[in-house]
């Protein structure tokens, strides 16, 4: 019959712990028997054959004896079950108190079996021959049972330790995915509040060319926005993209603005060499860019210049895009800046946030263009590109 189909295998189903006790309670029996036949062999080597006592009577004793021991040592077990919560010192009187009194009943009782088994008799005179061994050995019974007792609450104290630190570890491991999981999930909805906001700007344009029947430059507006849009679909699954690829994307944006604005939007960008391979959040650059061209070209009567830079410092890559302002003159303010509606700023700076802590700082001030300049520091990073 299958175990777990047993009444032992449903016992163990009902509390695992059975199995445990059982486990506990084979190898008791196994030392304990074992221990007793051990003495057994030891009297055999140690008496029976230096005295010549190979008869039957002496070989019985020696057999029979072990067999009282067995019984007579097994209620040490219980006691010593008992104490096991007694503060020390009492519990160690116990301990010797129990031990010493079952050793005096399996000398007597041995001495009596071996004068009944060989009619040898005056033997009493040598008791002290008797119980001195009997002492050691049930002495020796109570020192082996703590140190296994011991040792096995130990072993468990290590497994508990172990599961302890095995859950932590996968407790540990869940909540980094659920924290890596959360931030993609912010991320995406940043990426996902940034695209419709560029969308729906480039589409009011393209509505605004068509009533005008500019036919062409809306033509050309919606080839360009079909690129950038194809491009910020590719992008779309990595947190990161190089800023290569990142300018590549401004590019696209201004060649859409340029078909509205035409002359009017003038654009510098400033790369420093070496850089293009660094890794920059993707779509960055952009909303910084959008928001030059509608704060400060876009109130422009003779438009202006929008500059983009990028280049190392120390341990940092450093961003920053800067505009002419409103006819030269700054518009704006670095303060009123972050409390502009819309989401462009605000996005990139919950974006950072997200994804570089209190690394990448966003900084605002005035251009000597005569607009207003946004500076970003990223951690200089060659690195991967990391997926979302």
């Excluded at 695992?16 to 084979?26: L, T």
């Excluded at 080597?45 to 002496?58: A, C, H, K, T």
């Excluded at 695209?195 to 393209?206: K, Q, V």
């Excluded at 990161?240 to 035409?262: C, G």
């Amino acid at each position: 019959m299958p175990i777990e189909t047993s009444a032992i295998g449903q016992q163990y189903r009902r509390n695992p712990r059975w199995h445990q006790i059982s486990e506990s309670d084979a190898l008791f029996w196994a030392v304990h028997c074992g221990g007793w036949l051990g003495i057994s062999l030891l009297t055999y080597v140690s008496l029976s054959l230096p005295y010549d006592q190979f008869e039957v009577p002496y070989l019985a004793h020696n057999l029979l004896q072990s067999v009282l021991g067995i019984f007579i040592s097994l209620p040490m077990r219980y006691v010593y079950r008992h104490i096991w919560s007694v503060p020390i010192w009492p519990r160690i009187c116990v301990i010797v108190a129990v031990a010493l009194g079952l050793s005096v009943v399996w000398a007597v009782l041995r001495l009596l079996l071996f004068m009944a088994l060989t009619d040898e008799r005056g033997l009493w005179d040598e008791f002290g021959g008797w119980i001195f061994p009997s002492i050691f050995v049930f002495l020796t019974w109570a020192a082996l049972y703590h140190g296994i007792k011991y040792y096995r609450l130990f072993q468990e104290e290590q497994q508990i330790i172990l599961e302890i630190e095995a859950r932590q570890r996968n407790e540990a491991l869940m909540l980094a995915k659920a924290r890596a999981a959360l931030r993609e999930s912010e991320l995406k909805l940043l990426r996902y509040q940034l695209n419709p906001h560029f969308l729906f700007n480039t589409l009011n344009s393209i509505g605004a060319l068509i009533a005008a029947s500019e036919n062409n430059k809306a033509n050309d507006m919606l080839l360009q926005l079909s690129a950038f849009l194809r491009f910020s679909l590719d992008s779309g699954r990595r947190l990161e993209v190089q800023l290569e690829e990142e300018l590549a994307a401004v590019k696209r944006y201004l060649n859409i603005e340029q078909v509205r604005f035409a002359d009017r939007l003038q654009t510098e960008v400033r790369v420093e060499p070496g850089v293009q391979d660094c890794l920059v959040p993707s779509l960055l650059i952009q909303p910084l860019v959008e928001n030059s061209v509608k704060y400060a070209i876009g109130r422009s009567e003779e438009g202006g210049v929008i500059r983009i830079s990028a280049f190392a410092e120390a341990s940092r890559l450093v961003l920053s895009v800067e505009d002419s302002g409103v006819d030269g003159v700054c518009g704006s303010t670095p303060e009123k800046l972050f409390q502009q509606p819309g989401v462009g700023i605000q996005n990139i700076m919950e974006r950072l946030q997200t994804i570089y802590g209190d690394e990448s700082p966003v900084q605002a001030g005035f251009s000597p263009l005569g607009g207003l300049k946004i500076t970003i520091r990223l951690p200089l990073n060659r690195g991967r590109v990391e997926n979302v």
